[in-house]
């Protein structure tokens, strides 16, 4: 029989992510929280605020692994810590299971090597990617994949206010996850930095274009930016899914969304929300792994693949050409004397595509 005893749990990083887990770990009957490290002393105040003085405060990851280590770690803090940091919290002794957060890693090598560790220590995580554990994120998926509007071929996805690594990583995670974890083929995006805009410790886009293409042809075309005109202007991002025999229009996270399919004229569909929040529903499932011994890699898997596609979608952008997955794998050749749109001189080789 599996240990009814709440999970103690610890924090690294109490920004807006980690809030979301302390917030959820406090609020689930499977955690207690022990533990929280942040550098940044008003973080820890509003943490010490929040709990009561309840729970233990670290300047620092490593001091509080080694003073209270617990058998839950939370890596919440940005991208380019998480593998060092769960590196780190693998070591604990007792350690059963992690949360760490979207971008799994600032580099596609980064979070798969995260992933990889994980899965070597036979321990489970989860990545908390909001649209799957919200009941409308998670009624579109069901649909989708059961075929309601037929064999899927398109995902538009208008997001503003938001860039592609650091929004667009959600989004493109909920692509893969429609599209059942189908390999991606290539990625293409311009992106536009006229605003040297920066968000979350990245530089970004002021407006971006990517196209993902999957294996047998669905193709995701993102457009995001500082100022994206929607055709709806109450959310940051809208999804039009489309099939053979249908449409589906999601506004992301919202309690509905609407579908056009056969004998469906625009039918608006409400979905009961969940009675938790998405970090809770996600933490609650790795509580369930821990006790039952399973493991479901699955969210993880497709956000690292949406790792991937936000990679490729920069690494695109800056060198002008399409980038092919795996993206440390061989990529085409970028000649830099071609100049798309010019007149062909007639001469400097090439290939005449008049040739089929
Ligand atoms: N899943 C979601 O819905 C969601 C929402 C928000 C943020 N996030 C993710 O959470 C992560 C953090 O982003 P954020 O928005 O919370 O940033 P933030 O700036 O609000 O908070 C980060 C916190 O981590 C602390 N920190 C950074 N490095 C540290 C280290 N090595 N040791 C201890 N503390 C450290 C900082 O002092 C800061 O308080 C990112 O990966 C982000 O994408 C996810």
Same mark, same amino acid.
């Given at each position: 029989m599996s240990d009814p005893r709440p999970l103690t749990a610890a924090v690294i990083g109490a920004g807006a992510g980690g809030t979301l887990s302390i917030d959820a770990l406090l609020a689930s009957d499977d955690f207690t929280l022990t533990a929280v490290a942040d550098m940044s002393e008003a973080a820890l105040e509003r943490v010490r605020e929040k709990t009561g003085g309840t729970v233990a405060t670290y300047t620092d990851a490593l001091e509080m692994f080694a003073q209270s280590p617990t058998e839950v770690v939370c890596v919440s803090t940005y991208a380019p810590t998480h593998l060092p940091l769960t590196r780190a919290a693998l070591e604990i002794p007792g350690i059963r299971g992690l949360l760490v957060e979207k971008p799994l890693g600032d580099t596609t090598a980064a979070g798969r090597e995260i992933l990889d560790l994980i899965k070597a220590h036979d321990l489970p995580v989860v990545v908390p990617h909001g649209l799957m554990a919200q009941a409308g994120g998670a009624e579109v998926v069901r649909r989708v994949r059961a075929g309601e509007i037929g064999t899927l071929r398109v995902v538009e996805i208008e997001c503003t206010s938001w860039d592609i690594i650091n929004a667009g990583i959600h989004w493109f995670q /909920? /692509?893969?996850?429609? &599209? @059942? @974890?189908?390999?991606?083929?290539?990625?293409?995006?311009? =992106?536009?930095?006229? &605003? +040297? &805009? /920066?968000?979350? @410790?990245?530089?970004?886009?002021?407006? =971006?274009? &990517?196209?993902? +293409?999957? +294996?047998s042809g669905v193709r995701a075309l993102m457009h995001t930016g500082d100022f994206v005109p929607l055709t709806r202007n109450d959310i940051v991002c809208l999804f039009r899914i489309v099939g053979d025999n249908g449409f589906i229009e999601f506004g992301a996270y919202e309690g509905y969304f609407t579908i056009v399919n056969a004998g469906n004229d625009r039918v608006r569909v409400d979905v009961e929300p969940f009675e938790v929040s998405g970090h809770q529903r996600h933490l609650e499932f790795l509580a369930s792994q821990i006790r039952d011994g399973s493991r479901d890699y699955a969210i993880p898997d497709s956000s690292l693949q949406a790792l991937e596609i936000v990679e490729a979608a920069y690494e695109s952008a800056r060198a002008h050409g399409t980038v092919l997955l795996p993206i440390d794998g061989e990529q085409p050749e970028r000649p830099t004397d071609w100049n798309a749109g010019a007149p062909y001189s007639g001469t400097g080789g090439g290939r005449n595509g008049r040739e089929l």
């Amino acid at each position: 029989m599996s240990d009814p005893r709440p999970l103690t749990a610890a924090v690294i990083g109490a920004g807006a992510g980690g809030t979301l887990s302390i917030d959820a770990l406090l609020a689930s009957d499977d955690f207690t929280l022990t533990a929280v490290a942040d550098m940044s002393e008003a973080a820890l105040e509003r943490v010490r605020e929040k709990t009561g003085g309840t729970v233990a405060t670290y300047t620092d990851a490593l001091e509080m692994f080694a003073q209270s280590p617990t058998e839950v770690v939370c890596v919440s803090t940005y991208a380019p810590t998480h593998l060092p940091l769960t590196r780190a919290a693998l070591e604990i002794p007792g350690i059963r299971g992690l949360l760490v957060e979207k971008p799994l890693g600032d580099t596609t090598a980064a979070g798969r090597e995260i992933l990889d560790l994980i899965k070597a220590h036979d321990l489970p995580v989860v990545v908390p990617h909001g649209l799957m554990a919200q009941a409308g994120g998670a009624e579109v998926v069901r649909r989708v994949r059961a075929g309601e509007i037929g064999t899927l071929r398109v995902v538009e996805i208008e997001c503003t206010s938001w860039d592609i690594i650091n929004a667009g990583i959600h989004w493109f995670q /909920f /692509f893969v996850a429609l &599209t @059942g @974890g189908e390999p991606v083929d290539f990625v293409l995006a311009a =992106a536009d930095v006229s &605003t +040297r &805009t /920066f968000r979350d @410790g990245m530089q970004v886009e002021t407006d =971006a274009i &990517t196209l993902a +293409r999957t +294996r047998s042809g669905v193709r995701a075309l993102m457009h995001t930016g500082d100022f994206v005109p929607l055709t709806r202007n109450d959310i940051v991002c809208l999804f039009r899914i489309v099939g053979d025999n249908g449409f589906i229009e999601f506004g992301a996270y919202e309690g509905y969304f609407t579908i056009v399919n056969a004998g469906n004229d625009r039918v608006r569909v409400d979905v009961e929300p969940f009675e938790v929040s998405g970090h809770q529903r996600h933490l609650e499932f790795l509580a369930s792994q821990i006790r039952d011994g399973s493991r479901d890699y699955a969210i993880p898997d497709s956000s690292l693949q949406a790792l991937e596609i936000v990679e490729a979608a920069y690494e695109s952008a800056r060198a002008h050409g399409t980038v092919l997955l795996p993206i440390d794998g061989e990529q085409p050749e970028r000649p830099t004397d071609w100049n798309a749109g010019a007149p062909y001189s007639g001469t400097g080789g090439g290939r005449n595509g008049r040739e089929l």
